[in-house]
């Protein structure tokens, strides 16, 4: 897999990548996202301050994620193990629904931990949604601890962290 920065032509991609994603959630009674959140305003908003990232499989986006320090108020609920590290947080990581089941999403997490490790991240950040069995089991395969809840509209979200 080739991973890059989005660039805004990338944006039509994306968001069919994110509708078909929110589909086969609905299909697995996951209801994380909707038309409301995340929107292709969120994603065109990462793309400009580049922070959004796409792995490619023969040219096709296979996964989407954006890497950056921007936290809701909610992070304040965590009981972070290492609050005084330099981190970096992930948000919306989404492995097309054409790829999942093919460890994309743990070969792209692989990826962005090396990544940022290499570039003096301590530590990583994260929310996920507890109503999301697949994502919660990527995450806690791949050695992230649960730290604290937020809630919000859609449910509650286990605030989970690693140390690199």
């Not at 990581?93 to 792209?108: D, F, I, M, W």
Request: aromatic share 10%; hydrophobic share 35%.
């Amino acid at each position: 897999m080739n991973y890059r920065l989005a660039e805004e032509n990338d944006i039509d991609s994306i968001c069919e990548l994110i509708a078909s994603a929110i589909a086969e959630m609905e299909c697995n009674n996951i209801h994380q996202w909707d038309v409301i959140y995340p929107t292709r305003e969120d994603f065109l908003s990462d793309i400009i301050k580049k922070t959004l990232y796409v792995g490619t499989i023969d040219d096709e986006i296979a996964v989407v994620y954006a890497i950056n320090k921007e936290t809701d108020e909610q992070y304040a609920n965590g009981a972070w193990e290492y609050p005084d590290s330099d981190y970096s947080i992930i948000h919306r990581l989404c492995v097309n629904p054409k790829y999942q089941n093919r460890g994309v999403a743990r070969e792209t997490l692989n990826h962005i931990e090396t990544t940022l490790k290499a570039a003096g991240t301590e530590s990583i950040r994260l929310d996920v949604f507890t109503e999301n069995p697949f994502a919660l089991k990527l995450y806690r395969r791949n050695g992230y601890t649960e730290v604290g809840s937020a809630h919000w509209r859609k449910g509650t979200f286990l605030l989970m962290e690693k140390h690199l």
